[in-house]
């Protein structure tokens, strides 16, 4: 009906366009002990990352106009904070700017364990001083890495790894905060 009623009143394409996705999903499915991730990750594909905010808009509308008590109850709630959550980038080694197949050509390693030691332990550089994710550094200090004793790695991955979780949790518990959700 929309599609139809926003073309004879000859709106863009463009917004017509939107209008039919957010009416087309604004009934979606959420209650937070049965809904995945995933399921979420789908909808956010297809209603569009720019839009979600829209889509939770049009939602608690919807709620208004029914008459209900509580435009933006729990579950909604829930379902930004989640929508939030997974729309940021992760904290994790893909955020360097040198990768596995680059540290693989620089020490000349085959595929192994060593290699993702090294990246963990420049995401601990990382964490700690961003500005030492330049090219020029990550590979000097690659090449570094490469001659530690395996032990010496893993205290070092050990360490990134574990700042990375931490990190991590904190980015999600401010999350949860802004949206009052447990």
Do not use: W
Not at 46 to 72: F, H, N, T, W, Y
Not at 120 to 145: C, G, I, T, W
């Amino acid at each position: 009906m929309s599609l139809k009623i926003l073309s004879r009143l000859k709106y863009s394409t463009e917004f017509i366009e939107k209008v039919a996705k957010l009416v087309r999903y604004h009934l979606f499915y959420y209650n937070v002990d049965e809904v995945s991730e995933s399921s979420v990750r789908r909808l956010i594909r297809q209603v569009g990352p720019e839009d979600m905010e829209d889509l939770i808009r049009v939602r608690i509308c919807d709620r208004i106009g029914s008459g209900v008590p509580k435009a933006e109850p729990y579950k909604l709630r829930h379902f930004r904070f989640l929508v939030e959550k997974l729309q940021r980038d992760p904290i994790s080694a893909k955020m360097l700017k040198i990768d596995g197949d680059k540290i693989k050509e620089l020490t000349r390693l085959p595929q192994s364990i060593k290699v993702g030691l090294i990246l963990n332990a420049l995401m601990d550089e990382v964490l700690d001083s961003p500005e030492k994710n330049e090219k020029d550094y990550l590979e000097k200090r690659v090449m570094e890495l490469n001659e530690t004793t395996e032990k010496e790695l893993k205290k070092l991955a050990e360490a990134g790894k574990s700042k990375k979780m931490g990190l991590e949790e904190e980015e999600v518990t401010k999350i949860k905060k802004k949206h009052y959700v447990k």
